[in-house]
């Protein structure tokens, strides 16, 4: 079946400017989770969302970060603007699994690559 | 704080060679994931750990996980070429949010 899928999948953004990125994960998975991958490190944690319910977001590094996932399913992460640091490959992920006991992974989707001048 | 630590980081082995990397985490967790990362590519899920002492095996490559010692180890058997690739622990931080702390990663370098 289809994987997560992510758009755009580059993306240039003026220093100020506003950005969406989006997020469609695998049908039928109630956890999704945004990274933020910086050149040469490993991913660090934004958010997650469990169904429609943001339940951390404790990662996201400044007011500007804001992410949604209104039905469920398709999630959305908005940065206000942007900043040359913001520069990273934005992932999503999602599960199937809630709560504990499950050997279910964490899927990724391809990432965003943002790029903010 | 969870913290998450890998080393090596960079490693560049001859093939054939057998070797094996580490991932230490600094709080409690029963929950440990290997992923590996090409270059420009998404990260691919290659194992699950859930319990103390778990073992779990797939090709040339073997994973573990000792909870007590907060240690996973990756052995890599009798390495090829196609192994080169970028290898990141992550550990499931406890309390619901289900969300994970990665290492830095391991670059792997399999030559000829």
């Known amino acids: 079946g289809a994987g997560v899928s992510q758009s755009p999948r580059y993306k240039v953004a003026k220093r100020g400017q506003d950005v969406a990125l989006r997020c469609d994960p695998i049908s039928g998975h109630v956890s999704l989770f945004w990274y933020q991958q910086a050149l040469g490190q490993g991913p660090e944690f934004l958010t997650y969302?469990?169904?429609?319910?943001?339940?951390?977001k404790s990662g996201l590094p400044s007011d500007r970060f804001f992410a949604e996932r209104p039905e469920g399913s398709v999630s959305t992460l908005k940065i206000q603007r942007t900043q040359q640091e913001d520069s990273a490959v934005y992932l999503c992920?999602?599960?199937?699994?809630?709560?504990?006991?499950?050997?279910?992974?964490?899927?990724f989707g391809p990432g965003t690559r943002l790029l903010v001048l | 704080e969870l913290k998450v630590e890998q080393n090596p980081l960079f490693l560049s082995m001859q093939e054939g060679k057998n070797y094996t990397i580490y991932c230490n985490y600094s709080t409690t967790s029963d929950r440990l994931y290997w992923y590996r990362q090409d270059p420009g590519k998404s990260l691919e899920s290659l194992f699950v750990l859930l319990s103390n002492g778990a073992v779990k095996q797939e090709g040339r490559l073997m994973a573990s996980l000792d909870t007590k010692a907060r240690l996973s180890t990756l052995h890599i058997t009798a390495a090829v070429h196609d192994l080169s690739a970028t290898y990141f622990c992550?550990?499931?931080?406890?309390?619901?949010?289900?969300?994970?702390?990665f290492g830095k990663g391991m670059k792997l370098t399999v030559n000829p």
């Open positions: 992550a550990v499931e931080t406890q309390g619901g949010s289900e969300k994970l702390v």
């Open positions: 992920a999602s599960s199937f699994r809630v709560g504990g006991g499950l050997q279910e992974t964490q899927y």
């Open positions: 969302f469990q169904n429609e319910a943001q339940l951390d």
